[in-house]
């Protein structure tokens, strides 16, 4: 989970200062201040034209131009820090404006992706493939020009995570593999285009969330990546129209190539002081990689000084790595996943467990992936009719077949419909049971857990029934009512 300094708490108070009108202008700047925000109005000119050109068709000048512009406007910030009087909050605002720019431009109005390939897909005969990816090229894994399989060290520690991934830990591996593959299409670009390996995506990947995007760690970090809250602000993750972005796993992957590259520049592309950055914190990375001179991350001087979570980390995620590479060298077979995506257009309100309980499917049919492609929607909550849903390839005809009408149809409507009787709904009298109640916070809970454990409208209905403003942040101990929920 990445970990930043309190200071940067504040992020959203900066922005809302620098976002007022005429708060930068009515500041006398200096000449060097200046100029760093004419390359901030360039980049983001650069990086709109960017979008444009992807959104005509012109795919690989328009993934260059954006991996430019968003190069020049980090650079541009960086120096910003650095220069008094110059408001960094600026750069910050810019930069997840445009994350949310670039989101709206790919959905076109839709839930990830364009408009008229979503029209094309629905009024032909079944469903086009709108995403598919080629199968993983897992022989090249360069890394700042290295090869990935050189920099991995075969220690003591990462062969004892191999043993643990291999072992007990091999159906964890496998279905983080599966999940993978399902949003593979929507994560890997973001690191292709960056220049960092599949591999290092996977193995975060693996060790945070296993490849669930609604994951929440004890200690409040979510999603995919597990971003905390101020991390995740600090790249662009937030909430968005009462969603919390640190769930939607492209905006995700997206923060995380930022946070890594931020890392490997200040720690000299370090791989082992990056990954346990990404776990035990920015800061006692920077420190521990400066106070150890030429030592090796490995080395039992250095490594022994790492809080035993992130001894334990940094291997894990290694070993996985290692593995998404060479897994015929362990007998490991990763299935075959046809992570080819479509959409499909509701034609009657249903959820996501209706939906995973009519289309059926193998083995653990397709609520996972619905809920992983469609992050937005809480799974219990019925989806508007006419939504269109990012759905597997497979869905629609079973979706045709299952969904629309007849008995399975009417079965997952039926089961949905059902409630479990509550000891208090069976014991309290109809007063009480109806009174208003009470929640006290515990360490780890987000307004996003809470919501779903005690079967809320969501997150955003919690915070508004509570007084709380975006970002939403609780603390341990506070008591939120729990209006209008009903678990």
Request: hydrophobic share 45%; charged share 20%; proline share 7%.
């Amino acid at each position: 989970m990445p970990r930043m300094r309190a200071s940067l708490l504040l992020i959203p108070i900066l922005l809302a200062a620098a976002l007022m009108p005429g708060a930068a202008d009515a500041r006398r700047v200096s000449a060097n201040t200046q100029k760093l925000y004419d390359e901030l109005d360039q980049a983001t000119t650069d990086y709109r034209n960017g979008l444009l050109q992807m959104r005509r068709g012109e795919t690989a000048p328009g993934r260059e131009a954006v991996r430019a512009a968003s190069a020049k406007l980090l650079a541009s910030a960086r120096r910003c820090e650095a220069t008094r009087g110059c408001e960094v909050a600026r750069f910050v605002a810019a930069y997840d404006a445009l994350l949310q720019h670039g989101a709206d431009v790919a959905a076109g109005g839709g839930e990830g992706f364009g408009a008229e390939a979503a029209q094309a897909a629905l009024a032909g005969e079944g469903s086009a493939v709108l995403a598919s990816m080629p199968e993983a090229g897992r022989s090249v894994a360069m890394l700042k020009g290295r090869d990935l399989r050189e920099l991995i060290e075969m220690n003591g520690p990462v062969k004892a995570a191999l043993a643990e991934w291999l072992t007990w830990m091999r159906p964890s591996l496998i279905t983080s593999w599966e999940n993978y593959q399902q949003m593979r299409f929507l994560m890997w670009p973001e690191y292709e285009q960056a220049g960092l390996p599949e591999a290092l995506l996977f193995g975060i990947l693996a060790k945070e969330s296993n490849g669930r995007v609604h994951a929440v760690s004890r200690a409040g970090a979510a999603g995919p990546m597990q971003f905390m809250p101020a991390t995740g602000a600090r790249f662009g993750l937030g909430w968005r129209d009462g969603f919390d972005t640190r769930y939607d796993p492209q905006l995700a992957a997206r923060a995380s190539v930022l946070y890594f590259n931020e890392r490997f520049a200040e720690l000299n592309n370090d791989l082992e002081f990056a990954v346990a950055a990404y776990n035990g914190g920015e800061g006692r990375a920077l420190r521990l990689k400066r106070a150890a001179g030429d030592k090796d991350f490995w080395d039992p001087s250095v490594y022994a000084t790492l809080p035993p979570e992130t001894r334990d980390y940094v291997p894990y995620v290694l070993a996985a790595a290692w593995l998404f590479l060479h897994p015929e060298e362990y007998g490991l077979e990763f299935p075959q996943v046809n992570g080819a995506a479509t959409v499909l257009k509701l034609q009657a309100p249903a959820s996501i467990y209706q939906l995973a309980i009519c289309l059926g499917g193998p083995r653990e049919g397709y609520f996972r992936a619905l809920r992983n492609l469609n992050p937005r929607y809480e799974p219990h909550h019925a989806i508007p009719a006419g939504t269109e849903l990012r759905v597997p390839v497979a869905v629609p005809p079973l979706y045709q077949r299952s969904c629309v009408s007849g008995p399975r149809a009417e079965l997952a409507v039926a089961l949905m419909a059902a409630s479990k009787p509550t000891v208090a709904s069976m014991s309290a009298p109809p007063a009480r049971a109806a009174a208003a109640r009470t929640y006290r916070v515990r360490s780890g809970d987000t307004l996003s857990s809470i919501a779903r454990r005690h079967d809320c409208a969501g997150p955003d209905q919690l915070a508004r029934a509570n007084g709380l403003r975006a970002p939403y942040v609780i603390r341990a101990g506070q008591r939120l009512q729990l209006k209008g929920c009903t678990g």
